[in-house]
């Protein structure tokens, strides 16, 4: 059993990691390509704090905490840039709290941390904190779409300009999904440094980012089921896939190019399409 | 409706996937499986498969002369990426549904140093082969290593270059990894020792491949010798650039160089590199001889130290499995620790905490290829870490 | 005379980027789309270059048979791959693009091997002296190589018919249309002349460093993106300025601040703060 649950606890992680995005990209249409530096936040505060003797709920506390601080600092900046500037801003932000990470010794440096102290729960105890954790993300992210914020996100992702004219005030909401977003993202990372117990800058760059987002988009865009589905498969797809060793990554590239050509609204808008259900937005291109 | 229909699909897809997962991996009686976790794809593809092949080549090898206990050796092979985050599962999967009875990494230091943990709480035996991190044999009793660990290496070049080169004032170009920085620190440690001062100190990270800023700088700092840690690929074009640069003090190097790549990449500015590694080409040693021409063979290019240490871990996996004649993990792992070994990168044995006790080998670039420059063999320099 | 070796090593480093940026921005301006596989199309231009060199012994053979390859490549990925997105929001693109992207680089290391490429003979190896300041030919040759293409393309651009429908494509594509230019094949046109000039940096990169491998294109793919986000995305001069500032700026920093920040590091803490600054780039339009 010990395989299946280290595979659940990974896909429960990688699913609060993906709908944590999923609410500033997916909700509030802010699009980040510096997830993953939130994560290592949460990931490198918790395990410090573990480290230093305190408990395992405090140091997820803490984790949560300081990347939502730090998230709302980088939202306040990235209030300044759109679209793809927003995109390479926060991709910046992810280079950059890697180059600082790298350059402390204190955080282990380019050596990462090890001897990260276990969480005190057996392994199923561990799993399950984490897929109630999940659902429990699961359950805000639909109450919150559901919510008067949720349809305000919905007004600013669609149409920016148009909100801030019918007198929304577009900053403090996006700040609120940045917020959110980056603290449930830390809440992922603090998961993540006691389950692996070890971590270092690597495992929290460029490519962790566009992972996260390749799961939001993926799932398609906005919808929590979808991104809970891609989460869960792409998380552990590098595993199932390890018959094909050699060609892995093709496949893992093939994927998300053949979902984003012919479903460009993730594997939602697929299983909408196979019920012929399709919320109808016009077909792109000629297809 | 549309919601539920996904969220069936969700649930669907997430019981089938743990169910699916039960499935694989029923165990042969009549095969000992050895586990390994390499990188077959991503960045560090090129060294799994050299060590992918030279840990295939001991396992045939030893087949070949009637297998383990009456039984052959199987590999199980998974593919980590050199992520600390495949790392564990993978560990967990030959633990739990391969059984293998001891498992090597041919992986980088942060996929390995995660993968021990599991291992060694599991109580299967786990051999690193050329991972560098000084934590990975922390990880507790069943966890070895069969190359060294950064910091000894470190001193053994700063060794070669005091004493044997007789150079005092060094330039320190530092790979940004737990590969370079535990190179660098073993160095900085015993440089007092050997009468070198450190004039300055750079940095830059694996990704880089132009070196040019940095060549313009040292060129001003005209140090006698130049310490510069890197893999092949980073360290061909480093070396390449220093020379048409209009360096042309020694550049001291170590394993990460160790390839017949380096020397195509940097082409004529390789001559005269030296370095500290694991693999003697000039060997008198049969071990080292055969397995330079089995692996040129089989792979189809020539052996590198990579190779070499994927070969000699898998080849201490086996010995310690014949000399346990059983298949009792704490019987395996007395028999790794007490073990003494003649391999294709020396003569191996295990402290205390599972590190490896052998010569440096020092090479030289040569009319085109590495040749035996010397052998440090200072028990006291290379002691490795105890604890 | 540090600080003068710095500048031409900055230089250097700054051609290449702009070889590659300024086929990224001639995408973007017209087509909005963050092109990632474009550093796919780089590295396959450094393979064939290595390769054709190998072959034939001939570098200027290698280029005129890389360039155009990848500028049909180029079309190819457009027409099948982003034609059909353009609808879509930006980011549908971008990801199908990384996804491209992904695929490109395992494709070449199976099909070349993961120890990647190497000149049996590398030309332009000798080096020669510029103001006093040794360069390697190689360098040199980049160096001239980006002021002729990106030259020649401004030339291009100002002087020509097709420069002109292509500068009013990029300003009011309906409007052109109107006035009876082809955007197709003005796309078209863009993305072959794109990818010819990422190709001709591949060949450059693979003389630099003689070695051409399958992740060669990782850190262009992110870096270029960040150049032309600086120089204001889709102009053209603004990425030329971009793209030699940003090397420079981390020639001098991997020396300056090379014990506080990596390379990376600096480049994004150098757009970061232009951003907060001037929030539609260096250049850019307001």
């Known amino acids: 059993m010990a395989y299946e649950i280290t595979l659940l606890t990974a896909m429960g992680i990688a699913v609060i990691f993906a709908l944590s995005l999923n609410l500033i990209t997916g909700f509030c249409g802010q699009i980040s390509l510096g997830h993953a530096a939130f994560y290592g936040i949460g990931a490198y505060c918790a395990a410090m704090i573990t480290k230093s003797g305190l408990p395992f709920p405090l140091a997820l506390a803490a984790g949560f905490l300081l990347a939502g601080m730090i998230g709302v600092v980088v ?46 729960l057996s392994k199923p105890a561990f799993m399950a904190l984490v897929l109630i954790i999940a659902a429990a993300v699961t359950a805000f992210s639909l109450y919150l779409k559901r919510s008067w914020m949720g349809y305000v996100f919905d007004s600013v992702a669609d149409d920016e300009d148009t909100a ?36 270092d800058p690597d495992s929290f760059g460029f490519v962790e980012s566009i992972t996260v987002l390749a799961m939001v988009v993926v799932g398609g865009i906005g919808s929590v089921w979808g991104v809970i589905l891609a989460a869960a498969v792409l998380s552990v797809l590098p595993l199932w896939l390890q018959f094909i060793s050699d060609y892995k990554l093709l496949l893992y590239g093939a994927l998300l190019f053949t979902v984003m050509r012919f479903s460009p609204n993730g594997m939602a808008g697929m299983v909408a399409a196979l019920k012929g259900r399709s919320k109808s937005t016009a077909p792109g291109g000629k297809a | 409706m549309q919601e539920n229909f996904i969220k069936a699909t969700a649930f669907a897809a ?19 499986k050895i586990g390994i976790n390499v990188p077959q794809t991503g960045f560090a593809a090129a060294d799994g498969t050299s060590a992918l092949i030279g840990a295939q080549l001991a396992a045939e090898q030893a087949n070949a002369n009637g297998g383990v206990n009456g039984k052959n050796v199987e590999l199980v092979v998974y593919d980590d990426q050199a992520s600390p985050k495949s790392a564990v599962p993978i560990a967990t999967k030959l633990v739990e549904q391969d059984e293998v009875k001891i498992a090597i990494s041919g992986s980088y230091s942060g996929a390995t140093r995660a993968a021990a943990g599991v291992f060694q709480e599991a109580g299967v035996p786990y051999i690193s082969a050329f991972a560098v991190h000084p934590e990975i044999t922390r990880s507790g009793d069943y966890v070895f290593r069969t190359s060294f660990v950064g910091e000894v290496q470190g001193r053994a070049g700063a060794k070669l270059i005091g004493e044997s080169l007789g150079k005092k004032k060094v330039t320190l170009i530092t790979l940004k990894n737990d590969f370079g920085q535990s190179l660098a620190n073993g160095f900085k440690e015993a440089a007092e020792q050997f009468g070198i001062e450190i004039i300055s100190e750079y940095e830059y990270s694996i990704k880089d491949r132009q070196f040019g800023p940095i060549v313009a700088k040292v060129k001003s700092d005209a140090p006698d010798a130049i310490y510069a840690s890197g893999y092949f690929f980073t360290a061909g074009p480093l070396v390449s650039q220093l020379r048409s640069g209009g360096i042309d003090v020694p550049v001291i190097g170590q394993e990460g160089y160790d390839s017949q790549k380096f020397i195509e990449i940097a082409g004529g500015a390789s001559e005269g590199v030296i370095i500290t590694t694991s693999l003697d080409r000039d060997s008198d040693s049969p071990e080292a001889k055969d397995f330079i021409a089995a692996f040129e063979e089989k792979a189809g290019y020539k052996a590198d130290m990579v190779a070499a240490s994927g070969h000699t871990a898998m080849k201490v996996a086996i010995a310690a499995l014949r000399e346990a004649g059983s298949e009792d993990p704490k019987a395996i792992r007395d028999a790794i620790a007490g073990l003494t070994l003649e391999a294709s990168t020396g003569t191996i044995s295990f402290n205390g905490l599972g590190e490896v006790r052998k010569d440096v080998q020092v090479q030289v670039v040569k009319d085109g290829n590495w040749h035996r420059h010397s052998i440090i063999s200072d028990p006291d320099l290379l002691a490795p870490p105890e604890k | 005379m540090l600080a003068f070796e710095l500048l031409l090593q900055g230089l250097v480093q700054g051609s290449i980027y702009a070889l590659i ?52 490549l180029g079309i190819g990925i457009y027409r099948t791959c982003y034609q059909p997105l353009l609808s879509r929001p930006p980011y549908v693109a971008l990801i199908a693009s990384i996804g491209l992207f992904i695929m490109m680089e395992e494709l070449f290391r199976l099909i070349f091997g993961p120890y990647g490429l190497s000149f049996t003979a590398p030309p332009l190896q000798d080096t020669v002296a510029v103001f006093g300041v ?48 082809n955007i197709g094949r003005i796309r078209d046109i863009n993305f072959f002349v794109g990818s010819a000039l990422a190709a001709a940096a591949g060949v450059m990169v693979a003389l630099l460093n003689n070695l051409v491998e399958p992740t060669m294109g990782s850190v262009p793919s992110y870096k270029a993106l ?61």
């Not at chain 1, 350059?103 to 380019?110: A, N, T």
């Not at chain 3, 789309?33 to 570098?59: E, K």
């Not at chain 3, 100002?158 to 594509?173: C, E, N, Q, Y």
């Not at chain 3, 889709?234 to 500032?245: F, K, N």
């Open chain 1, 75 to 120: 939202g306040l900046a990235s209030l300044r840039v759109r679209h793809d500037f927003l995109a390479i801003t926060t991709m910046g932000v992810g280079f950059l709290f890697l180059g600082i990470v790298r350059q402390q010794d204190f955080l282990g440096g380019e050596m990462g941390l090890s001897g990260i102290p276990s969480s005190g």
């Open chain 3, 226 to 286: 960040a150049i032309i986000v600086l120089g204001g995305l889709g102009d053209l001069r603004g990425t030329l300025i971009a793209a030699l500032a940003l090397g420079v700026i981390e020639a001098y920093g991997t020396i300056y601040l090379g014990n506080l920040l990596d390379r990376d590091a600096i480049a994004f803490a150098f757009l970061i703060a232009v951003l907060m600054l001037r929030p539609q780039g260096l250049f850019g339009r307001a």
């Open chain 1, 164 to 199: 801030r004219m019918l007198g929304i005030d577009v900053a403090r909401y996006k700040l609120a999904a940045f917020a959110m977003g980056t603290a449930l993202a830390g809440l992922a990372g603090g998961l993540y440094a006691h389950n692996i117990r070890f971590i």
């Open chain 3, 21 to 72: 940026a300024v086929g990224l921005t001639l995408v973007y301006g017209l087509l909005r789309i963050l092109h990632v596989a474009h550093a796919g199309l780089f590295t396959l231009g450094g393979y064939i270059g290595v390769i054709v060199t190998n072959a034939t012994g001939s570098l200027l053979l290698a280029l005129l048979v890389a360039m155009p390859a990848m500028g049909l």
């Open chain 3, 134 to 181: 040794n360069l390697k030919e190689a360098e040199l040759a980049t160096m001239i190589g980006a002021v002729v293409l990106i030259g020649g393309l401004a030339l291009l651009t100002l002087r020509t018919r097709i420069g002109t429908a292509s500068r009013a494509t990029v300003t009011d594509p309906k409007m052109a249309e109107a006035f009876g230019v």
């Open chain 2, 14 to 32: 997430l019981l089938s996937a743990s169910a699916a997962v039960g499935l694989t991996g029923a165990a042969q009686a009549d095969s000992i």
